[in-house]
T-cell receptor
Framework: ELKVEQNPLFLSMQEGKNYTIYCNYS?????LYWYRQDPGKSLESLFV?????AVKQEGRLMASLDTKARLSTLHITAAVHDLSATYFC??????????????FGKGTHLIIQP | EAGVVQSPRYKIIEKKQPVAFWCNPI?????LYWYLQNLGQGPELLIR????????DSQLPKDRFSAERLKGVDSTLKIQPAELGDSAVYLC?????????????FGPGTRLTVL
């Protein structure tokens, strides 16, 4: 059974600081996704990571994937208040093909204070 | 391009009543998913469709939940009868499949409250 663990689950940080959210998963996979969810809203796709060593960046967010360690990180650089949200990582089981359903972590609730 | 459309956005019912949710995926997306999201948790897959075929319904509680996607486009998720524990947000997502990196796009969700 695929399990996805995120840490930390809650994070309060100051604007301008850097921080990293970690996502570990339990079984082989080569497809990992990061989503953002604002309160009362749906999930917004941030990054799609499809191979070992994949690194993607968008603004102050950078995501990476290490399939051998079964680990993905979401790094926040010089945080700003607008990045306050809940961030989910999600993993698709390795099936060699197909658009399988995702297994999500519990989410990291991020609060960025001025 | 329109995103995934869901209705209703909110639904309040009494326990033991039936309820149905509707989803229209992004045009051209053959794969459709229903997820359930409890408060403070990540979404959990209920069912996945490839066109009109349910290819993964292993997590769908079949005693009270049913779903259909008759023409391979719109989908309906039904609960009958609803229980208090069914209160949650029901999310629909769609995907191009492997052609799009299997990226899933989510609708706004239906927030169900069972009293």
């Amino acid at each position: 059974e695929l399990k996805v663990e995120q840490n930390p689950l809650f994070l309060s940080m100051q604007e301008g600081k850097n921080y990293t959210i970690y996502c570990n998963y339990s079984t082989t996979s080569d497809r990992l996704y990061w989503y953002r969810q604002d309160p009362g809203k749906s999930l917004e796709s941030l990054f799609v990571l499809l191979s070992n060593g994949a690194v993607k960046q968008e603004g102050r967010l950078m995501a990476s994937l290490d399939t051998k360690a079964r680990l993905s990180t979401l790094h926040i650089t010089a945080a700003v208040h607008d990045l306050s949200a809940t961030y989910f990582c999600a993993v698709a089981p390795y099936s060699g093909g197909g658009a399988d359903g995702l297994t999500f972590g519990k989410g990291t609730h991020l609060i960025i204070q001025p | 391009e329109a995103g995934v459309v869901q209705s209703p956005r909110y639904k309040i019912i009494e326990k033991k009543q039936p309820v149905a949710f509707w989803c229209n995926p992004i045009s051209g997306h053959n794969t459709l998913y229903w997820y359930l999201q409890n408060l403070g948790q990540g979404p959990e897959l209920l069912i996945r469709y490839e066109n009109e075929e349910a290819v993964d319904d292993s997590q769908l509680p079949k005693d009270r939940f049913s779903a259909e996607r008759l023409k391979g486009v719109d989908s309906t998720l039904k609960i009958q009868p609803a229980e208090l524990g069914d209160s949650a947000v029901y999310l629909c997502a769609s995907s191009l499949g492997l052609a799009g990196g299997s990226e899933q796009f989510f609708g706004p969700g239906t927030r169900l409250t069972v009293l």
